[in-house]
């Protein structure tokens, strides 16, 4: 696990100071890292949403996943439904702290080419989500 945390900065009302833990999205549904892809997929479709964090056994964010790379996934001709998420996350090891600052955060993902950053505590437990502005 990458975890992206900086030392804290104080509270200024620029934008590129504020932190995580300030500006991050509701983290959404959490699910286990033993979770299919087929199971991935209809918990998604419930929730009305395009992206899951998962957690290992101890409750630990391990990373995300989103439909876009589910369905490809469960598209692939290499696919069984022995596919478990922790199979597919590759490389979403890259977290933020609470105190990451926003022009931390923001290099961070341009860099690893995320679209989404989880925040998570010193326990490792998601607090929220960051998403890059389109």
Known sequence: MTLIQMQPHPADTDPVHRTAVEVMDAAGPQVCDDMSVEVALAVMAA??????????????????????????????????????????????????????????????????????????DEQGSALGILALSR
Do not use: K, N, W
């Not at 989103?66 to 069984?80: F, G, Q």
């Not at 922790?86 to 977290?95: A, K």
């Open 47 to 120: 929730a009305r949403t395009v992206r899951l964090v998962v957690c290992d056994q101890d409750g630990q964010c391990t990373g995300l996943v989103t439909r876009t790379e589910l369905a490809a996934v469960r598209d692939s001709s290499d696919y069984t439904d022995r596919v478990r998420l922790r199979d597919i996350l590759g490389d979403h090891g890259s977290f933020a702290s609470p105190v990451t600052t926003m022009a931390e955060a923001e290099h961070a993902m341009r860099t690893r080419r995320l679209g989404v950053l989880p925040v998570v």
